[in-house]
């Protein structure tokens, strides 16, 4: 009784498809108004102010009490009060600015209201709503792919949008897929094969276009999955298989790479062993560093937070490419710091001290984000950074931690 109480959709259907219809919305309106010039502007914005007409009402209709420890609660207050705090300081009763931190996704304000999806309702009727909108994005992301291969492939290094291409439509739509491999038991075939062909597709043009940040934040979770599914998996056979797969699939790219090392020729390797000992970093951090003053440090520059450098058209550059210090620059490091002090005990309550697939998924995926606060920025309002807080409801809650893995499975086949 208290598991259906607890993976029960409790009435709220409804909302959970209009949340989730809304946020697709957002999502495809911002993403054609960057890719393409064929719809008009005025249409994708209409589109997305309606898609924010359904998140508002439903993402705060859909939160639920606090649950966990006193210290989540605690922290988790104070860190959602300091992000409000971060957002009032710089807001701007201005068109444009609001415009701005409603419509994009990347240099807006929205993210800051994503950590209220811990609070989220955890039926498995919002988890099923949640891997649907994984596919459809990894379909999207394929499709978008081979509408664009010749961009992707383009052999200039220079070529900045080649590399905004494969940035974008891989933070927005792609990466999401690899929380399918995480909980790879809970989903069919087909769905499996869509997110495992669009994370090959991911590698393959991070790797072509040198994206180190996204070859990491691709590799990782594969590799993770993999491991999860040849320790887990009491079928011995499949595990052989999977392993003796696994085993060939390094020799093939161990092979290609010493290959292609005759005569210093890389092969699709080269953009990325090019730039692999390139240092791209250090000349913004040292712009960063210098604009800094402790009180900046301390609390941050709000929303609309920025540092001078020299080499940027405005001399301003509003973020970083290291997120950590992106977080550091709009809420300084009491906003790393809070953060910091709700994922790191979310991680292990949801890798060790779960019994159920989804909650360990939760637990890595969570782990996945610390691990790329360093090499890319992925605090955005994107279905990445929802997964992460609604994996932290996840690990939190130790009712959900305590189900099996048959009893979420019934309760999958239910919805």
């Known amino acids: ?17 209009l949340f989730w219809l809304g946020f697709i919305m ?8 960057i ?17 924010l007409l359904l998140l508002v009402p439903t993402t705060f209709s859909l939160l639920q009490r606090i649950e966990g420890t006193v210290y ?7 860190y959602f009060i300091w992000l409000l705090l971060v957002l009032l300081r710089g807001f701007r009763l201005e068109f444009s600015f609001i415009q701005r931190i409603l419509l994009n996704p990347f240099e807006g304000a929205l993210y800051v209201f994503v950590p209220l999806c811990a609070l989220f309702t955890k039926s498995t009727f919002f988890f099923k709503k949640a891997f649907n909108t994984i596919t459809f994005f990894g379909v999207v992301f394929i499709v978008y792919c081979l509408l664009s291969i010749r961009l992707l492939i383009t052999s200039d290094l220079g070529n900045l949008e080649a590399q ?11 990466i999401p897929s690899a929380f399918i491999l995480l909980t790879r038991k809970y989903h069919s075939k087909n769905v499996y094969r869509i997110a495992i062909l669009t994370l090959i597709l991911t590698l393959l043009f991070s790797i072509i276009r040198a994206r180190r940040g996204l070859v990491l934040i691709t590799s990782l979770p594969i590799l993770v999955s993999m491991g999860l599914y040849l320790f887990n998996n009491p079928d011995r056979k499949g595990n052989v298989i999977v392993k003796f797969v696994f085993i060939l699939f390094l020799i093939f790219f161990g092979f290609i790479y010493v290959v292609s090392l005759q005569d210093e020729n890389y092969g699709i390797f080269s953009s990325l ?9 250090s000349g913004v951090e040292y712009y960063l560093f210098q604009d800094m003053t402790i009180r900046d440090w301390v609390i941050g520059k709000g929303i609309e937070g920025s540092y001078y450098y020299p080499f940027a058209d405005s001399l301003f550059r509003s973020g970083i490419e290291t997120d950590y210090l992106n977080i550091i620059l709009k809420g300084g490091i009491i906003n790393l710091v809070l953060v910091l002090l709700i994922l790191i005990p ?4 949801g890798i060790f001290f779960s019994k159920n697939t989804l909650s360990r998924a939760a637990g890595f995926w969570i ?4 691990l790329c606060l360093y090499p890319t920025p992925m605090t955005k309002f994107t279905l990445f950074y929802i997964l992460v807080w609604v994996s932290v409801g996840i690990c939190y809650s130790s009712k959900f931690r305590a189900l099996t893995d048959d009893i979420i499975i019934k309760h999958f086949q239910k919805v």
């Open 164 to 174: 905004a291409a494969i940035e974008y439509s891989a933070k927005i739509f792609s």
């Open 346 to 349: 979310a991680i292990f309550k």
């Open 35 to 51: 890719t393409s010039g064929a719809v008009p502007n005025m249409l994708l914005i209409g589109m997305q102010g309606m898609a």
């Open 1 to 17: 009784m208290k598991n259906d109480e607890l993976l029960s959709v409790r009435g709220k259907a409804d909302l959970i498809r």
């Open 72 to 78: 989540f609660k605690l922290f988790f207050t104070l």
């Open 367 to 370: 782990l996945l984000y610390v």
């Open 26 to 33: 957002y999502t495809l309106g911002y993403f054609l108004s």
């Open 273 to 281: 062993i090019i730039r692999s000992t390139d240092d791209t970093r």
